[in-house]
């Protein structure tokens, strides 16, 4: 995982068929590896969908029965095409084919929670799991599918657990902190974004402004100074942050933004407990609807 190893996958992927143009699972893989792109916020998520979907169209005309290209199309039609009946079609269709496949029952995994549908959601990466147990990803689909389940403090005690093997993960980091904070347990949220800072080599004056603000006004503060300092092309992010502060209409301005590039948090907008204080709001009711393709 992390944005440079999807890239140097993606190379040997494209190796893999130039060397033989007829090796379906290669193209499924830069199918896979397109998305992930993606999942970390790549600036071009239009051409790597469609370079996604190129694969995907290459892979199942090799072979039609072809798992993996299913599970691809399953994600692309959920977190592209905002398509969930599709993708739920895609998924089953993967399933059936090759019903041990731990992408299968990750990838449907995903796709269950971003529906509301955590039970079945638990099921199957829980399936995922036992077929694969040393998968790291795995483990963190395992403790989204908590957090978005609402069991906090199981998905605290799982992303603790990832940040044991991985102590450099910033994105569990940033998980964490989301967590604890839906937890209202401020201080120890605070620590996590801190250490998560440092980790990404923060300079020293951004973090003792952070600290400051800390200090002064609590999370609020800190939320006005991520608002301030971070990067705004993460929209989906950026709604939240304004959910947080009780900032309805810069929230769905971002959410909107969010929607129109096709963001990849976007398809669980159902689902994301950070967009709570949004619910009673009707923007919010008929965003959700577009998303569901209705």
Not at 27 to 34: E, L, M, N, Q
Not at 69 to 83: G, P
Not at 99 to 124: C, M, T, V, W
């Amino acid at each position: 995982r992390g944005v440079q190893n999807v890239h140097k996958a993606l190379e040997f992927f494209e190796k893999a068929v130039e060397l033989d143009p007829k090796f379906a699972r290669a193209w499924a893989g830069i199918a896979h590896t397109r998305r992930d792109l993606v999942g970390h916020r790549d600036p071009d998520a239009k051409g790597n969908y469609e370079k996604s979907m190129d694969a995907i169209n290459k892979a199942l005309a090799i072979d039609p029965n072809l798992s993996e290209a299913y599970s691809s199309l399953c994600q692309n039609k959920l977190r592209y095409e905002y398509d969930p009946v599709g993708a739920e079609r895609e998924c089953k269709r993967a399933l059936e084919l090759d019903p041990k496949s731990p992408l299968a029952h990750k990838i449907y995994a995903n796709f269950l929670y971003s529906q509301g549908r955590f039970d079945e959601a638990l099921a199957s990466i829980r399936t995922a799991m036992d077929l694969q147990p040393v998968s790291y990803r795995n483990q963190q689909i395992y403790g989204l599918a908590l957090f978005y389940a609402r069991q906090f403090p199981a998905a605290e005690a799982q992303f603790k657990r990832l940040l044991d093997l991985n102590p450099n993960h910033t994105f569990i980091h940033q998980q964490l902190v989301t967590i604890l904070l839906l937890q209202k347990k401020e201080a120890e949220a605070f620590d996590y974004l801190i250490n998560g800072l440092m980790i990404t080599n923060a300079n020293d004056p951004m973090i003792e402004r952070y600290k400051a603000a800390y200090a002064k006004t609590g999370w609020r503060g800190v939320t006005l100074e991520q608002i301030k300092s971070e990067d705004k092309t993460r929209t989906f992010e950026f709604a939240c942050l304004y959910a947080r502060i009780g900032d309805k209409n810069k929230a769905f301005e971002y959410l909107g933004k969010a929607y129109e590039e096709r963001a990849h948090l976007i398809a669980v907008l159902k689902v994301a407990p950070q967009l709570d204080p949004l619910r009673d709001d009707s923007r919010y009711a008929a965003l959700v609807q577009r998303i569901a393709g209705k």
